[in-house]
């Protein structure tokens, strides 16, 4: 089958499945005894696990939850995520995925923006959540805790022994148990969905503004990605798999690989809740896991964990990076030790998954694959738009046969992203890319962009918390290198002439309380002034090249 043999598949089999939940459920029908999620030992079937969605999503019915009503997800890896996640989508209502390190400043201007009128939160976060709460239009909050799906006796012993960590709760209208309310009828009400035009998830991204994007990704959209990848991966067969996920499931990377590889071919997920390097290998060799996805600097910590080899990890087959541009010297390595490559997987918030490596062949050195059937791609000049030559490097732009709506309520940057060329909608990915022999291959990427350890920070968005600082008067933010989790965040601070005795401590302190831990700056530099251009814009390129040339000359 050709490449336009595949595209029209993947179309024709978006239209057929509608959302996630139908290929989804088939496979509930088809397996149901089989194991679906384990957690932390506990065993869900798919049988199990469709029960709990469809109690689940009764109780939100019950609760006024309606279809296209945004709700905050803001909860870390379980199966609490999974069964939130979907049970929104199965009465029509939109899960808006958050990270749950984000602070009450994050997560207050991402309710307001989202109009959401409900969250679903861990007890650990739910003090940020009550914090912010006067400051929205939230009416219901969703309580759960890391440990409340596993059986009784798991629970006391985690008490008992401090491993579970718990956070302070109220007992207030309109405050929900999770738990409580599985306990429905597994019987919601049927809901139409107009594939192309209702969403399926509204995630955040950076924004060049320093406020996150909302993208929203209508049913058709995403599963078009999703089903690009699992018609890509047809030699990943149904039932002959296991997957153990630990990157975080509110990123789309986690998503696509969850369902193209095992919900919707029958498979089973390992979900773990943090990325504890014991506990990983533990559960690779004790469930004899065969797929594994990380980013580059999991896969550096694993390499250099000085317990590696009490842990037999052989089972595994196929192994995924992405997240970040994965070093020669890490891919090198992996092979090396454990005489399998690490494959790519190469997307976006704003594009799903744009291209993988074939698992059945050794990847090329630098490529991230061919487009998945579903994406088309052009290079073109940033500048103009106009196609570059054959061989040339150039911006590359992704499209889908299925309409995207641009950002959320930000005409802006949408105008900017998503561009109209040859009766088509593309998407602007700012990364620069060569194409041989149809795969894509980095050039450089967008700078601004700061990567550390697979999270992805906007520089504008710290730069923007920092000049919230009484004695700020300006601020600008790069990532400086480092082999170990790929870039720190570094600020060159300009203060106001009247500031004493403000310290680079003060303002990391004040960051601390504003922004989630992996973005608040490592180093502070204080300067007289920053490099501007003569439109008067800071150019971080100059501050960027700078901290290259230091380490360069280290």
């Given at each position: 089958?050709?490449?336009?043999?595949?595209?029209?598949?993947?179309?024709?089999?978006?239209?057929?499945?509608?959302?996630?939940?139908?290929?989804?459920?088939?496979?509930?029908?088809?397996?149901?005894?089989?194991?679906?999620?384990?957690?932390?030992?506990?065993?869900?079937?798919?049988?199990?696990?469709?029960?709990?969605?469809?109690?689940?999503?009764?109780?939100?019915?019950?609760?006024?939850?309606?279809?296209?009503?945004?709700?905050?997800?803001?909860?870390?890896?379980?199966?609490?995520?999974?069964?939130?996640?979907?049970?929104?989508?199965?009465?029509?209502?939109?899960?808006?995925?958050?990270?749950?390190?984000?602070?009450?400043?994050?997560?207050?201007?991402?309710?307001?923006?989202?109009?959401?009128?409900?969250?679903?939160?861990?007890?650990?976060?739910?003090?940020?959540?009550?914090?912010?709460?006067?400051?929205t239009d939230v009416e219901k909050v969703i309580i759960t805790n890391v440990a409340e799906m596993l059986p009784s006796w798991k629970r006391i012993l985690g008490r008992m022994f401090d491993r579970i960590p718990t956070g302070n709760i109220s007992k207030e209208e309109n405050v929900y148990?999770?738990?409580?309310?599985?306990?429905?009828?597994?019987?919601?009400?049927?809901?139409?969905?107009?594939?192309?035009?209702?969403?399926?998830?509204?995630?955040?991204?950076?924004?060049?503004?320093?406020?996150?994007?909302?993208?929203?990704?209508?049913?058709?959209?995403?599963?078009?990605?999703?089903?690009?990848?699992?018609?890509?991966?047809?030699?990943?067969?149904?039932?002959?798999?296991?997957?153990?996920?630990?990157?975080?499931?509110?990123?789309?990377?986690?998503?696509?690989?969850?369902?193209?590889?095992?919900?919707?071919?029958?498979?089973?997920?390992?979900?773990?809740?943090?990325?504890?390097?014991?506990?990983?290998?533990?559960?690779?060799?004790?469930?004899?896991?065969?797929?594994?996805?990380?980013?580059?600097?999991?896969?550096?910590?694993?390499?250099?964990?000085?317990?590696?080899?009490?842990?037999?990890?052989?089972?595994?087959?196929?192994?995924?990076?992405?997240?970040?541009?994965?070093?020669?010297?890490?891919?090198?390595?992996?092979?090396?030790?454990?005489?399998?490559?690490?494959?790519?997987?190469?997307?976006?918030?704003?594009?799903?998954?744009?291209?993988?490596?074939?698992?059945?062949?050794?990847?090329?050195?630098?490529?991230?694959?061919?487009?998945?059937?579903?994406?088309?791609?052009?290079?073109?000049?940033?500048?103009?738009?106009?196609?570059?030559?054959?061989?040339?490097?150039?911006?590359?732009?992704?499209?889908?046969?299925?309409?995207?709506?641009?950002?959320?309520?930000?005409?802006?940057?949408?105008?900017?992203?998503?561009?109209?060329?040859?009766?088509?909608?593309?998407?602007?990915?700012?990364?620069?890319?060569?194409?041989?022999?149809?795969?894509?291959?980095?050039?450089d990427r967008r700078k601004d962009i700061i990567k550390y350890k697979g999270y992805r920070i906007a520089a504008s968005e710290v730069e923007v918390v920092l000049q919230d600082h009484p004695a700020v008067i300006a601020a600008s933010v790069v990532g400086v290198?480092?082999?170990?989790?790929?870039?720190?965040?570094?600020?060159?601070?300009?203060?106001?002439?009247?500031?004493?005795?403000?310290?680079?401590?003060?303002?990391?302190?004040?960051?601390?309380?504003?922004?989630?831990?992996?973005?608040?700056?490592?180093?502070?530099?204080?300067?007289?002034?920053?490099?501007?251009?003569?439109?008067?814009?800071?150019?971080?390129?100059?501050?960027?090249?700078?901290?290259?040339?230091?380490?360069?000359?280290?």
């Amino acid at each position: 089958m050709d490449y336009m043999d595949l595209n029209q598949q993947v179309a024709k089999l978006t239209q057929e499945e509608r959302w996630l939940l139908t290929r989804f459920e088939e496979m509930c029908n088809k397996y149901p005894k089989e194991s679906a999620l384990v957690y932390l030992g506990k065993n869900f079937t798919y049988a199990d696990l469709l029960e709990l969605i469809n109690r689940f999503a009764n109780s939100l019915h019950e609760m006024g939850v309606k279809k296209g009503d945004r709700v905050l997800l803001y909860v870390s890896n379980s199966p609490q995520y999974v069964i939130a996640y979907l049970g929104l989508q199965k009465i029509g209502a939109v899960p808006v995925p958050v990270s749950p390190i984000y602070t009450p400043f994050e997560i207050k201007y991402m309710l307001n923006n989202s109009e959401a009128k409900v969250v679903i939160c861990m007890d650990t976060n739910f003090g940020y959540v009550v914090s912010v709460l006067p400051e929205t239009d939230v009416e219901k909050v969703i309580i759960t805790n890391v440990a409340e799906m596993l059986p009784s006796w798991k629970r006391i012993l985690g008490r008992m022994f401090d491993r579970i960590p718990t956070g302070n709760i109220s007992k207030e209208e309109n405050v929900y148990f999770f738990g409580k309310l599985l306990k429905n009828s597994p019987n919601p009400p049927q809901v139409e969905i107009n594939p192309n035009k209702d969403l399926a998830e509204l995630l955040y991204t950076g924004g060049t503004t320093g406020l996150p994007k909302g993208v929203p990704h209508t049913h058709s959209y995403l599963l078009s990605g999703i089903i690009g990848m699992r018609e890509f991966y047809k030699n990943i067969r149904e039932r002959e798999h296991v997957l153990v996920l630990v990157t975080p499931l509110f990123h789309m990377f986690s998503i696509d690989m969850l369902f193209s590889t095992v919900l919707h071919k029958g498979n089973t997920a390992i979900i773990m809740p943090k990325p504890n390097i014991d506990a990983i290998l533990d559960h690779i060799q004790r469930y004899q896991a065969t797929l594994f996805a990380g980013v580059p600097t999991l896969y550096r910590m694993i390499l250099e964990h000085d317990r590696l080899d009490m842990y037999d990890i052989s089972s595994l087959q196929i192994c995924w990076s992405a997240g970040d541009v994965l070093p020669k010297e890490v891919y090198n390595r992996w092979k090396e030790k454990f005489g399998i490559p690490l494959h790519q997987v190469y997307g976006s918030t704003e594009t799903v998954c744009i291209s993988v490596t074939d698992v059945s062949r050794e990847p090329k050195m630098g490529s991230v694959g061919p487009p998945i059937p579903g994406r088309y791609i052009m290079l073109v000049d940033p500048e103009t738009l106009e196609p570059v030559q054959n061989d040339d490097p150039g911006e590359l732009i992704v499209s889908a046969d299925f309409p995207t709506p641009g950002y959320w309520k930000r005409d802006d940057e949408t105008a900017e992203t998503y561009v109209k060329l040859n009766d088509r909608i593309w998407c602007r990915t700012g990364d620069y890319v060569v194409v041989k022999d149809g795969e894509i291959y980095f050039v450089d990427r967008r700078k601004d962009i700061i990567k550390y350890k697979g999270y992805r920070i906007a520089a504008s968005e710290v730069e923007v918390v920092l000049q919230d600082h009484p004695a700020v008067i300006a601020a600008s933010v790069v990532g400086v290198r480092d082999p170990k989790v790929g870039e720190r965040v570094k600020a060159f601070v300009v203060l106001k002439e009247d500031a004493r005795g403000v310290t680079a401590q003060e303002l990391i302190r004040w960051c601390r309380e504003r922004l989630a831990p992996y973005k608040v700056p490592e180093y502070i530099e204080f300067r007289d002034f920053l490099p501007k251009s003569k439109v008067g814009k800071v150019l971080r390129r100059e501050l960027r090249d700078e901290e290259q040339r230091k380490v360069g000359a280290m």
